[in-house]
Each structure stands twice: as structure tokens, then as C-alpha cells.
């Protein structure tokens, strides 16, 4: 079993429309909570950061985490043509290492 | 440009020969991560590395992998005697001291795309 899992889509969306994307995990002693966004060709960079359960707003993106579920949503409201890309969501233990433990992704277009 | 450098950006060796990869991080980061992406699977932690220090290098492969973040320059990644299934895409990431064990906010690179022939 992989220690996060992620569904690979691809997931198609008409804009304006509003996006769910998860991961579960396995591991309970994961601390923080990450996605990224990636698109193609490039590198990944980071649009949200959670440590507790519950939910981060920043714009049209809200992050949610339910650690006794062990799942993270990432919800994209009023999705555009630019928010076509993968979504990685990423997770780690804390600590000095930093290693970050990433899902595969989910393919993300959003159709104008 | 004040991100995180990669070169090349694309990468082509046959089998049996050496890949280097190098990594300039951004400006005032200490910290450096390399990542491998095969297709249809996600990021892979392969090493993390501060100046003239491997911290953790767990991720990487036993043989011909290595990785060094020198006091002066750019971090390598090295592969001798590549073989097919290294052909990935390999990003570097950086971080300055303080975040990196925080937040898990890593800055990428674009990445550099090996293929071996």
C-alpha cells in the first residue's frame, strides 16, 4: 500500500465550476499537509500548507484536512482555463529532514 | 533569474554512460533536495543536502547514484552507468534553513529530463 494515494483523473471541469481533489494517506505521523501545482514541463510550486485538521482558505482555494480520516481535500472554486494543471498533494513528517512524501497527482482541465 | 536553477533541461546519454545534473538554489538558501518523477508516478525524494553535507540521503538508490552540494557552486547530481530506467525527470528544490522543517515549502526548479537511449 502506498503511503498517499491520490486518484490520477484526468478530471474535467467547465469553468467556473467547483473542484474537489483528495488524497488519503496511511501514516498518522505525517505533521504537515501540502499541494502543489504543477504544470506541464515545469516545476511543481506550492499553493497551500496545513498543520491541523480543518480548513485554510487563500483565494479561490481552500484546503481541508481530517487527520482521524487520514484525507486532505483541496477545493478550487470558480475554476479557469489557467487552473489547468496536475495537483500534487505532498505531506511530511516535520522534523529537520523536510522529506516530502507525494501523491501521483491529479490531471486537471478546466474547459473555457 | 532568482529561482532555482537546473541544468540541462534535457539530458540524453546512452546506456553505460555518466549524467550529471547541477542545481544552483535560490539566493540565500542552504538547503537542497533532489526529486526524481518517472512517468505516471508522482515526485520521489531522492537526497537532501546542505553545503559539504549530505543530511539524508535515504532516497537515493545504493549503486551508481550520488549527490554533492560543494561550498562553492552548484549541487550535482551524478549517475554513472545510466541505464534505461533512470530515464526521469529529476528536480532539484530549495529551501532556506528555517522553513524547510516547518511548512514542507520547497521551491522547484524546472526540472532536467534525462533520457537514456
Known amino acids: 500500500q502506498k503511503e498517499v494515494e491520490q486518484d490520477p483523473g484526468p478530471l474535467s471541469v467547465p469553468e467556473g465550476a467547483i473542484v474537489s481533489l483528495n488524497c488519503t494517506y496511511s501514516?498518522?505521523?505525517?505533521?504537515?499537509f501540502m499541494w502543489y501545482r504543477q504544470y506541464s514541463r515545469k516545476g511543481p510550486e506550492l499553493l497551500m500548507y496545513?498543520?491541523?485538521?480543518g480548513n485554510k482558505e487563500d483565494g479561490r482555494f481552500t484546503a481541508q484536512v481530517d487527520k482521524s480520516s487520514k484525507y486532505i481535500s483541496l477545493f478550487i472554486r470558480d475554476s479557469q482555463p489557467s487552473d489547468s494543471a496536475t495537483y500534487l498533494c505532498a505531506m511530511n513528517y516535520g522534523g529537520a529532514t523536510n522529506k516530502l512524501i507525494f501523491g501521483t497527482g491529479t490531471l486537471l482541465a478546466v474547459q473555457p | 533569474n532568482a529561482g532555482v536553477m537546473q541544468n540541462p533541461r534535457h539530458l540524453v546519454r546512452r546506456r553505460g554512460q555518466e549524467a550529471r545534473l547541477r542545481c544552483s538554489p535560490m539566493k540565500g538558501h542552504s538547503h537542497v533536495y533532489w526529486y526524481r518523477q518517472l512517468p505516471e508516478e508522482g515526485l520521489k525524494f531522492m537526497v537532501y543536502?546542505?553545503?559539504?553535507?549530505?543530511?539524508?540521503e535515504s532516497g537515493m538508490p545504493k549503486e551508481r547514484f550520488s549527490a554533492e552540494f560543494p561550498k562553492e557552486g552548484p549541487s550535482i547530481l551524478r549517475i554513472q552507468q545510466v541505464v534505461r530506467g533512470d530515464s526521469a525527470a529529476y528536480f532539484c528544490?530549495?529551501?532556506?534553513?528555517?522553513?524547510?522543517?516547518?511548512?514542507?515549502?520547497?521551491?522547484f526548479g524546472e526540472g532536467s529530463r534525462l533520457t537514456v537511449l
Open positions: 501514516n498518522s505521523a505525517f505533521q504537515y
Open positions: 543536502l546542505q553545503k559539504e553535507n549530505i543530511i539524508d
Open positions: 496545513t498543520y491541523s485538521s
Open positions: 528544490a530549495s529551501s532556506p534553513p528555517r522553513l524547510a522543517s516547518n511548512t514542507g515549502e520547497l521551491f
